[in-house]
């Protein structure tokens, strides 16, 4: 038994005796989330619909199409010096539709152990969607004054690690975490992960990066991530961040972040500065099978963990209206680093859009956005959303490659009556891109959500 599933049955066991405590019970609280979710890429400039390219798991097209319920459930503290909670997560995505065999996933071969699963569903071995696939995460809970400890499944969202929730179930991870808050003005963070669940995934699986993450005999994994670091409000409009993670083997990274609001006429700017400094950790700095994708000149495309990514973020949002534009410069041989199994992840990045990151080596990329909230014009819930980036001089060994997408989003929450809190978004998505071997591609996303209220 590893030291995060003892500490968590010790937590239950405390839990287990002083549950009926005042407080425990009284300050819980349970939603279901139901979220139907409908997914479309087009995947251009390639003839998929060979069989040699879908043995591949090439496809011109990817699809699915499934229902999602997401239980959550957080106690309130016992009473005492120190209180004791216990939160759960419960996942289930059932399938409705996966596109008669474009999913998006490649069978198990000798050579290759298959995809992670498909666009939304886990898959066979032989690359067919699941009916359906289920999880459940505990996290026990202890509190003292204004800091708290978490042991069990957690969803962290900090610049060095950020849970992604871009599909129909949400990932989570497997760890320990602390927070306090006990200065005022400053939250501190810390914590390990050891495990990931990917969002379409049933089974929690070890820690690693772009370039070593493929599912085969040479792919690497490490099943520690240590990060720490903290949030500190120097003025009500103005916080300063510093944060760390270690990914075990892989890489250290420090971020170094600065947020302010300024009121300007009769609007609010937001400014947002963004550097991360990542380097090589243990056998990423020597091993090939750690190695991570970048440039590394002379056609080699993949080496140890070498970048400097620095950006920053406008916003100037006046009566409904949000217009915003951004620069990103990804320096070093290597690609921007983040934790990334190959089944789908986030990072803290101003360029992490609905299909790409933005993120390559030698990549500059500016972007413009504009978003609208049409409450202002008496249609309450409803917003849209647009945004253009472009990114160029990436490292390549025929020469420098640009990128370019655009996503737009439309979405309406019923705002009051027997339906309220029914959500519906589209979201759509173009890449385009003249880096070899990468294909162009078209997306939208389909979203109907609704929350009931359990306690």
């Known amino acids: 038994m590893n030291k995060s599933t003892l500490a968590l049955a010790v937590a239950v066991g405390v839990l287990a005796q002083q549950a009926g405590a005042a407080g425990f019970i009284e300050d819980s609280k349970a939603t279901l989330g139901l979220r139907n979710f409908y997914i479309n890429t087009d995947n251009r400039d390639s003839a998929a619909n060979s069989a040699a390219n879908k043995a591949a798991g090439v496809q011109s097209k990817n699809e699915e199409w499934g229902q999602g319920f997401i239980f ?6 016992t009473e005492g010096t120190v209180g004791f909670g216990l939160d759960a997560i419960a996942l289930l995505g059932v399938r409705l539709d996966s596109g008669g065999g474009t999913n998006g996933s490649s069978p198990k071969t000798r050579t290759n152990y298959g995809s992670y ?12 969607a699941v009916n359906q696939f289920s999880s459940l995460g505990l996290t026990a809970k202890a509190k003292i004054s204004q800091t708290e400890l978490k042991l069990g499944t957690l969803q962290p969202k900090l610049p060095v690690i950020v849970t992604n929730d871009g599909r129909l179930l949400p990932q989570t991870f497997q760890g320990g975490q602390i927070t306090s808050n006990e200065i005022k003005d400053l939250t501190l963070v810390g914590g390990q992960i050891e495990h990931a669940k990917g969002r379409n995934s049933s089974n929690n699986e070890e820690l690693s990066i772009a ?9 690497r994994d490490s099943n520690k991530f240590i990060y720490a670091g903290g949030d500190y409000k120097i003025t009500k409009d103005l916080t300063a961040q510093y944060y760390y993670g270690n990914l075990d083997q892989f890489y250290k990274q420090h971020f170094l972040g600065l947020v302010h609001n300024w009121a300007i006429g ?7 500065f963004r550097y991360f400094n990542s380097r090589d950790d243990g056998a990423n700095g020597h091993d090939a099978n750690y190695y991570t994708t970048g440039y590394y000149g002379s056609g080699v495309t993949k ?16 009566a409904g209206h949000t217009f915003g534009g951004g620069y990103q410069v990804s320096n070093g041989n290597s690609d921007f680093p983040w934790l990334n199994q190959g089944d789908g992840s986030s990072n803290y990045t101003i360029t992490d859009m609905q299909i790409q990151k933005f993120g390559r080596a030698g ?25 253009y980036l472009r990114g160029d001089n990436i ?3 025929t020469g420098d490659k640009t990128e370019w997408e655009r996503d737009l989003s439309v979405a309406y929450v019923i705002p009051e009556g027997p339906l309220k809190n029914l959500g519906l978004t589209w979201k759509n998505a173009m890449w385009r891109n003249d880096i070899p071997g990468q294909r162009d591609q078209d ?5 109907v959500s609704y929350s009931i209220p359990l306690l």
């Open 211 to 219: 370039g070593a993450n493929g599912r085969t005999a040479s792919g």
């Open 363 to 387: 990549e500059r990329t500016w972007q413009a956005r504009y978003a609208y909230d049409f409450a202002k014009v008496g249609v309450p819930g409803l917003t849209a959303g647009a945004v």
């Open 117 to 128: 699963g498909g666009t939304v569903f886990p898959s066979e071995s032989n690359g067919d």
């Open 395 to 397: 490292d390549h060994a």
């Open 443 to 447: 997306e939208n996303r389909l979203i």
């Open 303 to 318: 080496g140890k963990v070498d970048n400097n990514l620095y950006s920053g973020l406008f916003l100037y949002s006046v």
């Open 72 to 77: 959550n459930f957080t106690s309130g503290y």
């Open 266 to 272: 009769p609007g609010v700017l937001k400014s947002d």
